[in-house]
C-alpha cells in the first residue's frame, strides 16, 4: 500500500519520463513540479515505490523509471477519474462516412490516418463485421461481354462494386434475367446459399451460364464480407518506431510483428468490452514489452460497429489518448 504523497510522486515520475524520455530523479521531481517536502522525503518515497516494483532504477543513471505496474497504476487512475469532453469538439465518424459518400473503407482507412495525426501513435481500426449488415439490393452492370459490376446496397446506406470477370461470353438479355432474380430474391439468395444448386436454379428457368453467374457472385459476396469484417485499417505505423527509445527499441521487431498478424485482431476483440481499455506491455503478450495499447469500440450506423486500437510505447500519453477516445461519435 502507498500513501497519496507517494502516488503524487509516481504521477510526476511517469509524466516526467514520458515527457523527458529519461530516467527521473529527486531533483528533476523538486525542480519541475511544486514539491512541498525535502529531497530525502522524495528519495524516500521514492525507495518504497521501487520496493512496491511501480519504479526500477535504470544502468543509464540513478534515476528511476515506471515499471510495468507504475504505469499500470497510472493508467487505472486514468480511467477512474472522470473525463469530461462534453465541451470538447466531438470526431464524428458518422459524418466522416457521409463525406466520403458512405464507402466504409474508404472512411475507416482515412479515420486510422487522422487518428494517428491527433494522438501521435499507431493507430489500428478493424472493420465493421458485414456478415450482420442488411444488403437491401444486387444488381449487375455490363462494362464488356466478359466483366460485369456487382452493386451491393447496404441498408446503412453504403454501396459496395465487386467485379466478376467471366471467361464465357455473357449477353445483355442474361445480364438482365440474373440482376432481375437478384434483385427480386435478395433475402432467399443471401440466406440460402448453402442450398444454391444446379437443379433449383435450372427449375427457376436459368440455363447453365446464368446458374454459373449466381452462384459465382454469391462466393464473391460471401467472400468479400468475410474479408471485410476482418479487415484491419493502419495508420502511422512509423509512429510507433519513433516512440521507441534505446531501452526498449530492441522490442520493435516482435511488436511489428505482432501488430501485422491476427492475434492483435482476437486480442481487441476479447478485451474491448469497455468504453476504453488499457493493456501494457506482458497484459498483452508475454514476450511484448515497452509497448500499450488502447482500445475502444465505434459506432457509425446500427450495422456498422468495430474497434480501435491506439499502439504506442509504455512511455505514452495516456490522459491525451485517453480524452480523443471518449471523443468519437
Known sequence: MITR?????????????????QPIGSNTLIRRHNVDVSPATIRNDM??????????KTHFSSGRVPSEQGFRLYANRLLEASLDSDEQSHLSLHEMFVNHHYDISSTLDNFAKVFSIQTH??????????????????HLMKVNPHHLIVVLVYKTGHVKHLHVST?????????????????????????DGQNHHFEMYRMLGFDDKEINLIMHIYQLIEQYNKDESS??????????????NESNVA???????YIESEQITEFIHKVSNHPINIRIGTEIENNLHGVA????????????????AVIGPTAMRYQNVIQLLSRIS
Open 5 to 21: 504523497r507517494q502516488l503524487s510522486i509516481l504521477n510526476a515520475i511517469v509524466e516526467d519520463y514520458v515527457e523527458l524520455g
Open 167 to 191: 471467361q464465357q461470353t455473357i449477353d445483355d438479355q442474361s445480364i438482365i434475367k440474373v440482376s432481375n432474380y437478384l434483385s427480386q430474391s435478395i433475402h432467399t439468395f443471401l440466406n
Open 293 to 308: 495499447i488502447l482500445t475502444s469500440p465505434y459506432q457509425i450506423e446500427k450495422d456498422l460497429n468495430g474497434y480501435i
Open 231 to 244: 479487415h484491419v485499417y493502419l495508420g502511422g505505423k512509423h509512429q510507433l518506431i519513433e516512440g521507441l
Open 251 to 257: 522490442s520493435i521487431q516482435p511488436i511489428l510483428k
Open 47 to 56: 525507495k518504497s515505490l521501487e520496493e512496491n516494483d511501480l519504479i526500477k
Open 121 to 138: 501513435y499507431t493507430t489500428l481500426v478493424i472493420g465493421p463485421d458485414h456478415s450482420k449488415s442488411t444488403i437491401l439490393d444486387v
